[in-house]
């Protein structure tokens, strides 16, 4: 009872930091330890005696970190030695790919109620953070002392932006974030859950609120990022709904002719602005470009698993000299890069394995007259596709909540198949 207690606890409080990923708690062997990672290898040590059937989930992430392992020894030999770097970056992708065994061990045995908590909470988190981004918008505007508080990690290059810069030309929020791209893509996933309540009328005005809310955030980061992946959130929002094939289609057809429009109405605007030829645009076509040519020469294990800013130098052909770093600004050509066709095929049969789940999940909601269930997994559904859809522009892979929406949508089957026997 205790144990559980503690578990309840840390879970909470896990899913609660979910947006304060710049927070580090502590360092350890001078690398920052974000909250979120403290938190899931805590209930891991108070757990691990529970580890006792391998689930499918499991062995397909043992099969994955040893493709890394693989790709990794692979270019080790090539070179004659093996950086500790990388086994620093398959220990990170460990950490990470743990959150969904020790997350569906804890709530595996709990109710769709305790999930629709987990939301509730981070929809919370999410509001708070929203609130001290628009904080620091107004700061900028001089109407607000300005502050920069929980981003203290010294693993990502902190945004310290506190003028005007940047492809929009304005002041730019970034939450508790890295910087103002990633922060726009985190606020996908709490719209992501709310976005099912939106056409429920005459009810459910909170969540329509927060909607609008998390909606003007994303807004004021002006992050490319996050406005496309809302943009594709739109497109794709009807085939996630119980709705049949010609209401999908016919809502499509005017959710992308309406965005069409838009643009084209705004377009003379738009193109009085750097939004396709600044220098972040040039670094990010750069940087994709030569992870594709990456793959070209190493096709098979690529050229090891976060190697690729090792050799992206010789392979970027745009030089300019405020350029200090370089990151494959895309998680899939990343992937292909560093691991190959072996890692990028078993990296996307990883996905489909994730998206069967969803699959099987929404044929038992349905039978059911359960709508907030109906909306937990359509929200959880969005939510998988706004992460690939932030992967499209974003490299990174180590924020705790892409592995918190991964582990619900393992765990979701179970949940529901034990509330629909209880309801029969």
Known sequence: MLLERVNNFLIY?????????????FSFGGKSVILSWFLISLLVVLNFQKFKKISEEVII?????FILF???VSIGFSQGFISVKFFYQLLNAG?????????????????????????????????LSALYGFYQYLSFLNFLPQIDILRNADIYCIYKGVGIEGWSGTYRSYGFFPEPSFWACFLL????????????????????????????SLFITFGRSGWVGFLLMILIFPFTAKINLKSKILYFTMALVLLLLFFGSCLSGYLKLPILSDLSFYQRFGAQAAAYEIFLERPLLGVGFGNFENFADDYFTYKE?????LVAHNFYLRILAETGLIGFAFFLFFLCFLY????????????????????IVQGTELSFFSILFFWIFVACYNFSYIWFIFALIAILIKLLKKNYENSC
């Not at 069967?356 to 909306?375: F, P, W």
């Open 13 to 25: 409080l896990f899913v609660f930091s979910l947006p304060f990923t710049a927070f580090s708690v």
């Open 61 to 65: 992430l043992c099969v994955w970190i």
């Open 70 to 72: 693989l790709s990794v």
């Open 95 to 127: 950490i990470m790919m743990i959150h969904i065994p020790v997350l569906c061990l804890v709530i595996k045995d709990k109710n769709l109620k305790y999930v629709k908590k987990l939301i509730n909470i981070l929809l919370f988190s999410a509001f």
């Open 189 to 216: 996933i709490p719209m992501s859950f709310l976005a099912p309540y939106l056409f429920s009328f005459r009810k459910f005005w909170i969540e329509k609120f927060l909607f609008l809310m998390f909606l003007l």
């Open 321 to 325: 000299e405020n350029i200090s770093f």
């Open 356 to 375: 069967k789940k969803i699959n099987d999940a929404k044929r038992i909601v349905y039978k059911t007259k359960n709508e907030s269930a109906r909306k």
